[in-house]
């Protein structure tokens, strides 16, 4: 039979086992839960972005005819401005 020194080893052991396992356990949970929390962040932060771009894209006037169409503007031509429409609206 084990002496009594043994058996308080032994359970002290498996003791100390079964706290380390649960610490370790909640620490590989706050890992993973903090490792999913900013991925969430950046999908989201991802998706904000795109939407900026396409809302910049958007609101951004098409380069390329070079005619005004602010009739504040000194450098305005009706002329100009008129013949962009009426190819625009057949």
Known sequence: MA????????????TFGVFYGFS?????????????AKAEYERKQKLIDEAKAKFVEKTQPKKGDGIITNPDDPKF???????KVAQENP
Do not use: C
């Open 3 to 14: 002496s009594t020194g043994v058996n308080v080893l032994r359970w002290g052991a498996l």
């Open 24 to 36: 370790h356990q909640q620490a590989i949970n706050s890992r993973d839960r903090a490792a999913e």
């Open 77 to 83: 031509d009706l002329e100009k401005y008129l013949t």
